[in-house]
Every structure is written in structure tokens, then in C-alpha cells.
């Protein structure tokens, strides 16, 4: 087959292609004013209904924190109460530094400062807690013993969140 066919038959494919992609696109389109429409139509309620919800949770919060020693039971962090857990949970731990949030470079440097004075296992604790990439290793960071933060004279802070799990359904 001579080029000129071979290009006049791609360019029937590709013409059926075309056509395709924009019948597909128009229809996508549609589909999405449709939703739109219907979230538009329904934002009011479901914006009281969030609010409703989320002064819900903060009022369970602040009950769960009243009557904790009552509500767990020992060492336990949540219950089911009508098929809901309520408790508490660890957010990300955050390295403080001077009481605040630790600048990953800064906290860089003084780990490079450290493995510097320090030799032996303490050394290799500090050097393990930077990755190739030479980024700060949060997981292996947090845990570090105490007298370790005393050195690079950070503080490791990690608070509860509160959260309620409504099951599906």
C-alpha cells in the first residue's frame, strides 16, 4: 500500500476518533451540569447538616474529655456505644523546636551537628534518622531515647485527635 493510502485511511480512523472523544466529552459534560445542578440543589441543607454534625462531634469531645476515667475503660483509648466508636487517636507527631514546629532544615543541620560531637552508637542513632535523600526520618526520629532530643535540643510533641467512626450503612 502506497502512502497515500495509508494516510487517507488513518486519517478515517482518526476522524472516527475525533468524533468519538467529542461525543464522549459532550456527554461527560452533561453528566456534570447534571450533578451540579443537584448539589446546588441541596447545598443548603447538606452546609446545615455538616455544621449540624460537626457541632455534634465537638459536643462528644468535650463530654469524652469530662468523662473519660468513665467512659474507657482502663489503658483503652475508645468504645461503641449504638454501633459508633468514639475515642482517641495520635495525630502526626510533630518535632517542636524553641516551641515551635521544628523547620526540617534546621532540625537537618542540627542532626548533622550531632553526629559530628558524637561518636559510637549515639552517632549511629543520629545518622539512621536521615535518609539517603538526606531528609529527616520522622518514625525513626520519634524513636529516639529522650536524652537524645536533650541533645539536638528539640522536643517530640504528639497530641490525641478525638474521632467519631459512623459504620456505612
Known amino acids: ?9 488513518a486519517g ?3 476522524t472516527k476518533l475525533v468524533k468519538l472523544h467529542q461525543e464522549i466529552a459532550a456527554e461527560m459534560a452533561a453528566r456534570d451540569e447534571e450533578q451540579q445542578r ?16 460537626e457541632e455534634t462531634v465537638t459536643q462528644l469531645e468535650a463530654f469524652a474529655i469530662d468523662y473519660r476515667d468513665q467512659l474507657f475503660e482502663k489503658g483503652k483509648k475508645s468504645v ?4 459508633v466508636t468514639l475515642g482517641f487517636r495520635f495525630g502526626q507527631p510533630v518535632i517542636m523546636l524553641g516551641g515551635q514546629p ?3 532544615e534546621k532540625l537537618l543541620n542540627r542532626l548533622h551537628e550531632r553526629i559530628e560531637e558524637t561518636e559510637g552508637i549515639e552517632r549511629k542513632l543520629y ?3 536521615i535518609e539517603i535523600k538526606e531528609v ?5 526520629l520519634k ?9 539536638l535540643k528539640v522536643k517530640l510533641v504528639q497530641q490525641e485527635k478525638f474521632y467519631v467512626d459512623v459504620p456505612a450503612g
Do not use: H, N, W
Open 1 to 9: 500500500m502506497d502512502r497515500s493510502r495509508v494516510l487517507e485511511l
Open 12 to 14: 478515517k480512523q482518526i
Open 38 to 53: 443537584i448539589a446546588e440543589r441541596f447545598e443548603k441543607q447538606t452546609a446545615a447538616e455538616r455544621a449540624a454534625y
Open 80 to 83: 461503641e456505644i449504638s454501633g
Open 102 to 104: 521544628a523547620d526540617k
Open 127 to 129: 545518622q539512621q534518622c
Open 136 to 140: 529527616v526520618s520522622l518514625s525513626k
Open 143 to 151: 524513636k529516639l531515647p529522650e536524652e537524645q532530643f536533650d541533645g
